[in-house]
C-alpha cells in the first residue's frame, strides 16, 4: 500500500496497493446507492462515526442520496438475518477521487467497512486512505465464538461489546452456551421453574435475548444457542427433578468438572418437555442451527437406575453411549419438527446419527477425519480454547482442516469452518475481554483468510495494531485490567508499577489453576491472574527486541532493553512499598522479588556484552538457577519473558 504499513486483519485474499491516497475530510460522505436496508444503513452510520472517531474529522453520519465520495452498491440488499452460506464477498477500490464498495449482500458490505476503517492511516496532520484494491471473501462459512454463559453469567452489556468485536473480525457465528450445571440462563415461559429455580437470579429475559439476536444480525451475526442435555444439566432438574434419571433433590452447582446429573432418556414426559422448550427456543433463536452439547455426560446415573437399565436391555442398548445415541436420534426428530438442524459435539458421533447433525469438535483431530468420514459436517475447536491461555502464535498454527488428517477436497468442504471457545470456568464479565481478545483476532484471520496466510511474526505485528482498535471500540481487554490493577493498588501511580510486573507474566493454564486454586463459581476472579494476559504481547515484544540485539549488537537496542530492565527493577522496589498498606499487592511476593532479580539479570547481561567480557561461570551458573526458580509456577501466574532472557544470559556468557 504504497508504502505504508498493512495493519488489515484478517488479511484479504488480495490487495493491490496503487499510488495516491484519499484524503479524510468533512467534505466526505457516503452513498448506499439504490440499497434500502435498515440494517445496512445502521452499519453505513456506525462506520462513519467511527471513522469520526478515529481521524477527529467531523462527518456527516446519514448516508446521501446520488454520488458520494465512499459508494456503497450491494447487489441484492435484500437481507435481514444472516444465514449459513451467505455471500459475504466484497470489493474495495480506494483511488485519489474516493472509494467504491461492492458486495452481492449486505453482509458482504458490513465486512468491507470494517476493512475500510482498518486502512485508514495518519499522514502530515490527517489521516488518509491509501490507494488500493482488494478483493475479499472467507475461506470458511462458519467463523464463530462460543461464550459460556452458563458457568458465570455474562451480563447483556458484555455480549453486546463482544459482538462488536466479532464483526470487527469478521466472525459470523455467537456460538451462546445458556444451560450447565452451574445456571440455566434464559427465560422459559413454559417452563419457568428453568430460569427460576436453576439461574440464582443470573439469566437473559426473552426481550434481552431478541436484542442480543438483533444485534448480532445488525452485524452479520448469526446467534446460535446451545441447550447441554443430556449431562451438564444439573440447573435443570432444581425445578424439574422428574427430568432426572436419579431420583433425588437438585441444587445448582458451584463446583466444575463433570456431574453424574442427566436427563433420563427413557421417559416419553422428557422428549414431551424437550419438544415444549425448544419450541419455545426456537421462537426466540432464528438461526437454523440449534446446539444440544452432549459432551462429558459419564453415564453414572443411567447405569445406576434398575429402570433404565432394564429400558437398555430391551431396546438391546449395549451401553450408555449407544443410549445416548438412542436420546440424540430423538432430540434430533424434535428439532427437525421444529425446522432446526441439530449440532452436538464430539460425543454425538455415532453410526445412527443422521447425516444432516453437524459434528461440534472439541477432542484431537481424529474426530474431524471420523465426522466427515461419516459424512457430517464438523465445526472445528479443538486447538481454539481460548480458556486453556495457549498463545496467539499456537493458535494461529492450528487450522480447522487439519494437514495432518489428508483429507480428500470432498471430505474438506464438509468442514464448516471453526469456533473459538470461552469456557467460563474460570471468567467473569469483568475478566473475559482479556481471555478473549487479542487473540480471537488471530483466529478469526486463521478462519478467513487463505490458508497460506501463514507469517506468524506479520500476524503479531498486525495484531499489536488490531488490539488497540478493538479496545477503542469498547472492549475492555486492555483497560479492564488497568482497571483491575488501580483497584489492587488504590492509586493511578500504584497500578502503573504492578503493570509493569503483569507486562513480563501470563496466567497459568486452566489445568494448573484449577489445581492450584481449586476454583468454584464462588472463587473471586479479581487478583493478579486475572488481570495478567494470555501470551501479553509485551512480552512477544521484548522477545524481538532481545531477538534484534543479539543479532546486531545495536547500541539503540540496547538502550531500549537497559530501560526496560531497568523498569523491572525499579517497580519491583515500588511494590515492596505499596505492599506494606495495600494487602492485594502483598499477596504476590515471590513474583515480586524475582522480577528484581530478572531485572538486575538483564542489566549484567547487557554491561558484559558491553564489554566484550565473557561472565564467569558462577555468575551463569546462579542466573541460571534463577531463571529455573523463576520457571517454576507461583502465585498462579508465569513469567513470559524467561526464553529471551536465558538466550541474553547464554550470550554473555560467550560475547
Ligand atoms: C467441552 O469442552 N466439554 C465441549
Known amino acids: 500500500m504504497s508504502g505504508q504499513a498493512n495493519t488489515l486483519m484478517p488479511l484479504p485474499v488480495a490487495v493491490h496497493a496503487s499510488q495516491g491516497e484519499f484524503a479524510i475530510t468533512p467534505a466526505v460522505t457516503l452513498s448506499l446507492g439504490e440499497a434500502h436496508n435498515s440494517l445496512l444503513e445502521a452499519a453505513a452510520r456506525r462506520m462513519m462515526e467511527r ?56 453482509f458482504g458490505a458490513m465486512h468491507g467497512f470494517e476493512t475500510l476503517l482498518q486502512l485508514v492511516q495518519p499522514e502530515g496532520a490527517g489521516f488518509v486512505l491509501p490507494a488500493v484494491h482488494i478483493d475479499d471473501a472467507p475461506r470458511f462459512a462458519w467463523r464463530g465464538l462460543m461464550i459460556d454463559s452458563g458457568r458465570h453469567f455474562m451480563p447483556e452489556d458484555v455480549v453486546l461489546r463482544t459482538l ?43 426481550q434481552q435475548v431478541r436484542e442480543v439476536v438483533q444485534y448480532a444480525a445488525a452485524r452479520g451475526i448469526r446467534v446460535v444457542p446451545e441447550f447441554d442435555i443430556p449431562g451438564h444439566a444439573t440447573s435443570w432438574l432444581v425445578g424439574y427433578p422428574e427430568l432426572a434419571s436419579k431420583a433425588a433433590t437438585y441444587e445448582v452447582q458451584t463446583t466444575f468438572g463433570v456431574h453424574d446429573a442427566a436427563l433420563d432418556p427413557t421417559r416419553e414426559s422428557t422428549y414431551m418437555f424437550l419438544d415444549g422448550l425448544f419450541g419455545e427456543m426456537a421462537g426466540l433463536f432464528p438461526d437454523e442451527f440449534f446446539h444440544i452439547g452432549g459432551d462429558e455426560s459419564n453415564g453414572k446415573d443411567w447405569n445406576g437406575n434398575p429402570k433404565i437399565v432394564a429400558f437398555m436391555r430391551e ?101 464448516l469452518g471453526g469456533e473459538a471457545c470461552m469456557w467460563s470456568e474460570h471468567v467473569t464479565g469483568f475478566t473475559i475481554d482479556s481471555r478473549i481478545w487479542p487473540r480471537m483476532a488471530a ?105 534484534a540485539y543479539l543479532q546486531s549488537k545495536d547500541a539503540t537496542q540496547k538502550d531500549a532493553l537497559t530501560k526496560v530492565f531497568q523498569h523491572w527493577v525499579d517497580a519491583s522496589a515500588a511494590l515492596d512499598a505499596i505492599a506494606v498498606d495495600h494487602p492485594l499487592v502483598a499477596r504476590y511476593p515471590v513474583r515480586r522479588e524475582q522480577l528484581i532479580q530478572l531485572g538486575q539479570m538483564g542489566l549484567a ?51
Request: net charge negative; hydrophobic share 45%; proline share 5%.
Open 51 to 106: 471513522l469520526q472517531m478515529q481521524t477527529g474529522v467531523a462527518l456527516a453520519h446519514d448516508p446521501v442520496a446520488g454520488v458520494a465520495a465512499f459508494n456503497v452498491s450491494v447487489a441484492d440488499a435484500s437481507a435481514t438475518l444472516p444465514a449459513l452460506g451467505m455471500d459475504e464477498s466484497y470489493s474495495l477500490d480506494v483511488t485519489s477521487s474516493g472509494v467504491a464498495l461492492k458486495a452481492e449482500t449486505i
Open 164 to 206: 462488536d468485536g466479532m464483526a470487527a473480525v469478521k466472525l459470523n457465528v455467537l456460538h451462546w452456551h445458556l444451560s450447565e450445571d452451574q445456571g440455566f440462563r434464559v427465560e422459559s415461559l413454559k417452563y419457568p421453574k428453568l430460569q427460576g429455580m436453576g439461574s440464582n437470579g443470573d439469566f437473559y429475559t426473552q
Open 315 to 415: 431396546h438391546s442398548l449395549k451401553d450408555s453411549k449407544a443410549l445416548q445415541a438412542y436420546f440424540n436420534l430423538r432430540v434430533e426428530a424434535i428439532l427437525k419438527k421444529h425446522h432446526r438442524q441439530m449440532i452436538g459435539w464430539d460425543e454425538v458421533l455415532h453410526p445412527d446419527l443422521p447425516q444432516s447433525v453437524v459434528i461440534h469438535n472439541w477432542h484431537g483431530p481424529e474426530f474431524v477425519a471420523e465426522g466427515v468420514k461419516q459424512g457430517h459436517r464438523v465445526i472445528y475447536s479443538q486447538a481454539f480454547y481460548l480458556d486453556h491461555m495457549t498463545s496467539s502464535g499456537e493458535m494461529y498454527a492450528a487450522d480447522p482442516v487439519p494437514v495432518s488428517l489428508n483429507l480428500t477436497p470432498e471430505e474438506q468442504k464438509l468442514v
Open 443 to 547: 483466529i478469526a484471520e486463521r478462519m478467513w483468510s487463505p490458508a497460506t496466510v501463514r507469517d506468524t511474526e506479520d500476524m503479531y505485528r498486525r495484531l499489536a495494531v488490531e488490539s488497540l482498535r478493538l479496545d477503542a471500540l469498547g472492549l475492555t481487554h486492555i483497560s479492564g485490567p488497568q482497571r483491575g490493577l488501580r483497584m489492587m493498588a488504590g492509586s493511578v501511580r500504584g497500578a502503573e508499577e504492578l503493570a509493569v510486573l503483569t507486562s513480563t507474566l501470563q496466567p497459568v493454564g486452566f489445568g494448573e489453576r484449577y489445581r492450584m486454586q481449586k476454583t468454584t463459581q464462588l472463587t473471586p476472579m479479581d487478583s493478579l491472574i486475572d488481570f495478567t494476559s494470555p501470551d501479553p504481547l509485551s512480552a512477544h515484544q521484548f522477545g524481538l527486541l532481545v531477538a
Open 605 to 655: 547481561a547487557l554491561r558484559y556484552m558491553d564489554e566484550k567480557k565473557a561472565a564467569p561461570a558462577d555468575w551463569i551458573a546462579a542466573q541460571k538457577a534463577l531463571l529455573a526458580a523463576a520457571a517454576k509456577h507461583a502465585e498462579l501466574v508465569e513469567f513470559a519473558v524467561l526464553k529471551p532472557l536465558g538466550s541474553l544470559v547464554d550470550a554473555a556468557a560467550k560475547p
